[in-house]
């Protein structure tokens, strides 16, 4: 992503409201809240009702409903074809992701069929029919199967997917971008390849898109190569619609892989490798400053207006290399980055399981605007392979208030300790402890 950022172009998702009528919906409203009191008669009480007596009450009590503040569950490990369940990001690898897994052969001996581009140069959703088969999709991972439309709701990779979801499965679309807008309903990329350079709206143009959601299963996403005339700024930016998810897909040769601004969005088990910091720090207009790229793994730039935020990041494989596959240094931004740049605070967030290093901070975890609420950052692994902080200016930055809000930052450690000398161009062998076994392997970074 470019430092220097065009106007936002952001689409507010529309949040619609069912008024239901009757006792039982005052009863959902008011219980909704902290706590929510009635005026008993007779009965016995359960699921967190108490009686207190209060004076002028009919019967001379209420009964008092106390709800749940509990956050959402951390979802179980995603079992996948033929490499079983990870539980950490530290156990990716190549084998577990992209559509050569899907297929059971090494990476390179996919078979995919390539998809031309429209004569406009780009493919758009409320056109299906340029990259989507006509015909029923049939789930299974024959490389003949190019996809169709759902015709009942059906479990793919762990997932219920609904009925009339568009499918795209082992096809190549470098040959273009899409645009979404409007409300063209939902599609899942499943073990796709798109290697072309994208511009800062990524593979998915959805600004002006307000109910759509996307999944990207087990793809292959990225620029061609480390060149800076191969620059890519990023690989998916979703901006419109809500609840996408990216699963199982390989990102590199970015400048940014992934870029969440919209709500719902779950990014599980992917791994982003490769980022590159094209034209280092003179940036691709020679002078540097507001033009240079900037690095980032998984960055949101926030949501204004928009409670909850929703994001699941798990069990990814994140690292910004240094120097990176052009010979540039690495010197910033983040692997995973909770930013505020569109405003709104973070609600409902769960970073957990992730293997991170290089960057510049390697975190920012929420605490760039007031007001984070249910952030919570757990059993996160750094590497000091490339610096000896994790990242060029440390681990972690702008961190929400842990312990207050639902706020919670729990076994985050190093992931290894290579110990000093990490500048981002030193050998692991040449430094303190080649093995990485320092003494900080397995300490606490930040939280408990």
Request: hydrophobic content about 30%; aromatic content about 10%; overall charge neutral.
């Amino acid at each position: 992503m470019i430092m220097t950022k065009p106007s936002i172009r952001q689409a507010a998702p529309l949040m619609a409201g069912a008024l239901v009528l009757g006792i039982a919906a005052i009863v959902y409203t008011r219980a909704a809240g902290p706590t929510a009191a009635f005026e008993p008669e007779t009965g016995s009480l359960s699921n967190g009702a108490t009686a207190q007596s209060v004076t002028g009450a009919s019967g001379s009590g209420v009964v008092t409903f106390t709800t749940s503040t509990a956050n959402t569950p951390t979802p179980a490990p995603t079992s996948s074809p033929g490499t079983g369940a990870i539980s950490h990001g530290d156990q990716l690898t190549l084998t577990h992701v992209g559509p050569w897994t899907l297929q059971g052969v090494s990476k390179g001996q996919e078979q995919l069929q390539s998809v031309a581009a429209p004569s406009r140069g780009y493919f758009r959703f409320d056109a299906p029919d340029e990259f989507v088969p006509t015909g029923n999709y049939v789930y299974n991972n024959s490389p003949s199967n190019h996809g169709g439309t759902l015709a009942a709701d059906t479990t793919i990779d762990g997932y219920l997917v609904p009925a009339g979801t568009k499918v795209v499965q082992f096809r190549d679309l470098s040959a273009a971008d899409f645009y979404v807008s409007g409300t063209p309903g939902k599609f899942l990329f499943r073990g796709v390849r798109s290697r072309q350079k994208l511009s800062g709206a990524g593979l998915f143009n959805d600004s002006t898109a307000t109910n759509y959601s996307v999944y990207v299963h087990y793809s292959d996403i990225g620029s061609t190569g480390a060149a800076d005339n191969q620059a890519s700024d990023v690989a998916m930016k979703f901006l419109g619609g809500q609840d996408h998810r990216v699963l199982r897909t390989y990102i590199s040769l970015e400048a940014t892989g992934i870029q969440p601004n919209a709500p719902g969005v779950e990014i599980t088990e992917n791994y982003i490798d490769k980022i590159i910091f094209y034209y280092g720090e003179n940036g691709p207009c020679g002078t540097g400053g507001s033009c240079t790229y900037h690095l980032n793994g998984i960055s949101s730039e926030g949501m204004s207006n928009v409670t909850p935020t929703r994001f699941k990041i798990l069990r990814n494989h994140i690292t910004v290399p240094s120097p990176d596959d052009g010979g540039h240094i690495t010197t910033q931004t983040d692997c995973i980055a909770l930013f505020g740049s569109n405003g709104g605070s973070y609600n409902d967030v769960l970073v957990e399981n992730n293997y991170l290093g290089g960057s510049g901070y390697v975190l920012y975890a929420a605490g760039e605007r007031p007001g984070a609420k249910n952030v919570r950052f757990l059993g996160n692994k750094i590497t000091t392979q490339w610096w000896t902080n994790g990242g060029n200016f440390g681990p972690v930055a702008a961190q929400a208030t842990w312990g207050s809000d639902g706020n919670v930052a729990s076994g985050n450690v190093w992931a290894d300790d290579y110990g000093s000398g990490g500048n981002g161009n030193t050998a692991t062998s040449a430094r303190q402890y080649p093995s990485g076994n320092g003494p900080r392997r397995g300490q606490i970074i930040f939280g408990n």
